[in-house]
């Protein structure tokens, strides 16, 4: 209590003195402009905390329960927890890097434990997708780019190109798990076909951009070189049915785990915030929906449909983890970016 007194202390002699320079006539107007962004940065970054604090909570609740997605989600979110250049931080946010080493280390506990319940709860999906399940794997953005807007579909197919099964087996290939001691780095031509075909819209289009983003950090640039085809698609975030909300979120953790910084909008921040139930900390939270799906989950030798998995207070294991790794990309981003003007518009 006492330290976060003395936080706010300071917050308020910094709001004081920038009403004080911003009486000066004497000083530079991009010098006051610097210190309004600064201040509004910091209130961004302490927003994300908190959020993603209360994600740490149902994560620390609900971590015998939480499915692969979600735990992949919540270690995504550790690496870029881990990968935050808290050094560039300034000496009044030093508050907010003892928050991101407090986040770390809750997600180090909870993590273990819930890979832990993986594999012996999913042990044929542990098997074919223990590479993924450490925070190392997963390569966090030291440099941004922006998206190309030439680029962008003039037209989606109307159904999804993705088979969740033919997907599975084309990453078990790249990861080498496809049998023990497999051999990695493999590309075959279903996989090659599905994972760079034109016009995929939905889950299809996010699942492309991670096959190769995993064929990166498992080392398979070489094999794969030539065969990336760059896309993006548009998102809003007005009258976001569930499902849109989670591919809204999922395209916003790709996108920006692959170093992207116009995925960092601040109204589509704004949105997945609202998107999180402030009671539980989870995303998806839907009470209607603790029925016959989660009746037929907890149902003995049940196979548990990897992308998704209803929780026992409704919430959605998949679009949980994925809110919190996209969140965890606005914090490593807030906390990397120091020239407010590469801020993307919102």
Same mark, same amino acid.
């Given at each position: 209590?006492?330290?976060? /007194?003395?936080?706010?202390?300071?917050?308020?002699?910094? $709001?004081?003195?920038?009403?004080?320079? #911003?009486?000066?006539?004497?000083?530079?107007?991009?010098?006051?402009?610097?210190?309004?962004?600064?201040?509004?940065?910091?209130? #961004?970054?302490?927003?994300?905390?908190?959020?993603?604090? %209360?994600?740490?909570?149902?994560?620390?609740?609900?971590?015998?329960?939480?499915?692969?997605?979600?735990?992949?989600?919540?270690?995504?979110?550790?690496?870029?927890?881990?990968?935050?250049?808290?050094?560039?931080?300034?000496?009044?946010?030093?508050?907010?890097?003892?928050?991101?080493?407090?986040?770390?280390?809750?997600?180090?506990?909870?993590?273990?434990?819930?890979?832990?319940?993986?594999?012996?709860?999913?042990?044929?999906?542990?098997?074919?997708?223990?590479?993924?399940?450490?925070?190392?794997?997963?390569?966090?953005?030291?440099?941004?780019?922006?998206?190309?807007?030439?680029?962008?579909?003039?037209?989606?197919?109307?159904?999804?190109?993705? =088979?969740?099964?033919?997907?599975?087996?084309?990453?078990?290939?790249?990861?080498?798990?496809?049998?023990?001691?497999?051999?990695?780095?493999?590309?075959?031509?279903?996989?090659? =076909?599905?994972?760079?075909?034109?016009?995929?819209?939905?889950?299809?289009?996010?699942?492309?951009?991670?096959?190769? #983003?995993?064929?990166? #950090?498992?080392?398979?640039?070489?094999?794969?070189?030539? =065969?990336?085809?760059?896309?993006?698609?548009?998102?809003?975030?007005?009258?976001?049915?569930?499902?849109?909300?989670?591919?809204?979120?999922?395209?916003?953790?790709? /996108?920006?785990?692959?170093?992207?910084?116009?995925?960092?909008?601040?109204?589509?921040?704004?949105?997945?915030?609202?998107?999180? =139930?402030?009671?539980?900390?989870?995303?998806?939270?839907?009470?209607? %929906?603790?029925?016959?799906?989660?009746?037929?989950?907890?149902?003995?030798?049940?196979?548990?449909?990897?992308?998704?998995?209803?929780?026992?207070?409704?919430?959605?294991?998949?679009?949980?983890?994925?809110?919190?790794?996209?969140?965890?990309?606005?914090?490593?981003?807030?906390?990397?970016?120091?020239? $407010?003007?590469? %801020?993307?518009?919102?």
């Amino acid at each position: 209590m006492r330290i976060k /007194c003395i936080y706010y202390t300071v917050w308020h002699i910094c $709001i004081h003195k920038l009403s004080e320079l #911003m009486r000066a006539s004497w000083l530079p107007l991009t010098a006051v402009l610097a210190l309004s962004a600064a201040v509004a940065r910091a209130e #961004m970054i302490d927003d994300v905390l908190s959020s993603l604090a %209360r994600g740490a909570d149902f994560l620390e609740g609900q971590h015998e329960h939480i499915n692969l997605d979600g735990v992949v989600g919540y270690l995504m979110l550790q690496a870029e927890g881990r990968g935050a250049d808290l050094a560039s931080l300034g000496p009044v946010s030093w508050a907010q890097r003892s928050s991101v080493v407090g986040l770390v280390r809750r997600l180090d506990q909870s993590l273990e434990r819930a890979v832990s319940a993986l594999r012996q709860s999913e042990p044929n999906y542990y098997r074919e997708f223990e590479p993924l399940l450490t925070w190392r794997f997963w390569s966090v953005p030291g440099s941004w780019v922006t998206t190309d807007s030439s680029l962008v579909y003039s037209s989606t197919l109307s159904a999804e190109c993705y =088979d969740e099964q033919l997907s599975d087996k084309c990453l078990t290939l790249l990861l080498g798990t496809w049998k023990q001691n497999g051999t990695p780095c493999i590309v075959t031509k279903p996989c090659r =076909d599905m994972m760079t075909r034109f016009g995929c819209p939905f889950y299809s289009l996010s699942h492309q951009l991670l096959y190769f #983003m995993i064929g990166a #950090m498992k080392g398979c640039s070489n094999l794969l070189k030539g =065969d990336t085809r760059a896309s993006r698609v548009n998102m809003t975030e007005d009258g976001l049915s569930a499902l849109n909300a989670d591919i809204f979120m999922e395209n916003i953790l790709v /996108c920006g785990l692959a170093g992207f910084s116009d995925f960092y909008k601040v109204d589509w921040l704004q949105h997945i915030f609202r998107l999180q =139930d402030v009671e539980v900390g989870c995303f998806g939270r839907d009470s209607t %929906r603790i029925g016959e799906e989660l009746l037929e989950q907890l149902q003995p030798h049940h196979r548990v449909k990897r992308r998704e998995k209803v929780l026992h207070d409704g919430c959605s294991s998949h679009m949980t983890g994925v809110a919190v790794g996209a969140l965890g990309g606005f914090l490593n981003y807030y906390l990397q970016e120091q020239d $407010i003007t590469k %801020r993307p518009l919102s």
